[in-house]
């Protein structure tokens, strides 16, 4: 799929911020294990955190294929960043945008595309991964108020999120129907964090967990239809799986990147790695799972922003980039060899990266149960 001289001029211009802003902080950015708060500043002076909250909320106005360019760019350089971006976006924002009410999105929108606020997606929880419907988070009413209790694990952005989208029960049944979205401001009574995990990869990505202890929400706060809330967190996650997806590619293409530069250095037996024929079969084996990757993308974007169904498409490229990503960070490794074991070399950081892309927002299991049922229905 050829891409539009606009999307290649926003390629260009996210490469070149990428290049000279976030890559040299990349390996700092893994051993420290935090984000610099100026780095964040950076991505919303550029509209990176508003791409496509519309200019009336103080938004860049961009569609969701630039988007999607916007987290491989940025994740090529620091995957850590990438989802940073990638989770603000697609899950912080994109609900407010599409189900949220016009004093919602006046009162939110703005400061999240400035920065002011960053955004988090509050639906797993200890014994609720794959299975959101047995969620426990209970939200009561209160008649003026809702008073929100339970505990929320693996939420990205939880260290520096002003905003949660929060999913809980309120009513209590055994499956999904019961559940509700609430918008959460994270400075409000009784929201804490519990922890922050130490993971084996995007390392300078928090991943917490969150507590809500009798957290008094307005009535307002309620995000779409109340009941609704499960549609909420699914009609989210379709698009999210796109962002992940693209964070992917850009992993797999930071690898492969350095495979062909290595392999055309590294002198054996006196002649360039590259001259092997083993060689060159593994890196076109790389360069064929990148381009499918990005084709599938491509599509499940294009098929958002033409306003069309895109959830099997959306978990076909979010399956295919995230394994594409981690055999291909293994295979760099390997063509490394010894040195890429270390971690004066980034393809161990590539590689540990890739891993947590075929596991969040869905794991790779749960995108095959998603195409299947997808093509089960097409044939009835």
């Given at each position: 799929m050829l891409l539009d001289e606009k999307y290649n001029e926003i390629r260009d211009m996210v490469k070149k911020f990428a290049?000279?802003?976030?890559?040299?902080?990349?390996?700092?950015?893994?051993h420290e294990g935090k984000i610099p708060t100026a780095l964040i500043g950076k991505l919303a002076e550029n509209g990176f955190l508003g791409s496509y909250i519309p200019e009336e909320f103080g938004g860049a106005g961009l569609d969701y294929q630039s988007y999607a360019l916007i987290v491989e760019e940025i994740s090529r350089s620091c995957a850590s960043t990438g989802v940073f971006v990638s989770a603000h976006t697609s899950l912080g924002v994109w609900p407010i945008l599409n189900f949220g009410t016009q004093a919602q999105k006046e009162k939110y929108l703005p400061k999240m595309a400035s920065g002011e606020l960053i955004g988090c997606?509050?639906?797993s929880e200890p014994n609720a991964g794959s299975d959101a419907g047995s969620l426990t988070t209970f939200a009561e009413d209160k008649g003026d108020h809702w008073e929100i209790n339970g505990v929320k694990n693996w939420i990205t952005n939880g260290k520096e999120a002003g905003l949660c989208i929060v999913f809980a029960k309120t009513k209590k049944t055994p499956d999904y129907k019961g559940i509700s979205a609430f918008i959460v401001e994270t400075k409000t009574p009784g929201f804490s964090i519990i922890k922050e995990e130490d993971k084996l990869g995007i390392r300078g990505s928090s991943t917490c967990q969150l507590a809500f202890d009798k957290v008094k929400v307005p009535k307002d706060a309620l995000l779409g239809d109340l009941e609704k809330g499960f549609r909420v967190a699914m009609a989210t996650l379709d698009g999210g799986r796109i962002g992940i997806a693209s964070q992917a590619l850009g992993i797999a293409q930071a690898a492969f990147d350095y495979a062909i530069r290595y392999t055309k250095e590294r002198v054996q037996f006196g002649a360039p790695l590259s001259n092997l024929q083993g060689i060159q079969f593994m890196l076109a084996d790389m360069s064929n799972k990148i381009a499918a990757s990005r084709l599938l993308i491509y599509h499940a974007s294009h098929l958002k922003d033409a306003k069309l169904p895109?959830?099997?498409?959306s978990a076909q490229a979010k399956l295919t980039a995230s394994e594409a990503a981690m055999w291909i960070t293994t295979k760099a490794i390997q063509l490394c060899g010894g040195n890429g074991y270390t971690k004066e070399y980034p393809v161990e950081r590539y590689f540990r990266d890739a891993k947590i892309t075929e596991i969040y927002e869905g794991t790779s299991e749960v995108q095959r149960i998603v195409i299947a049922a997808a093509e089960l229905k097409a044939v009835d």
């Open positions: 290049d000279s802003e976030v890559a040299p902080l990349a390996m700092s950015i893994d997606f509050c639906l895109y959830s099997k498409e």
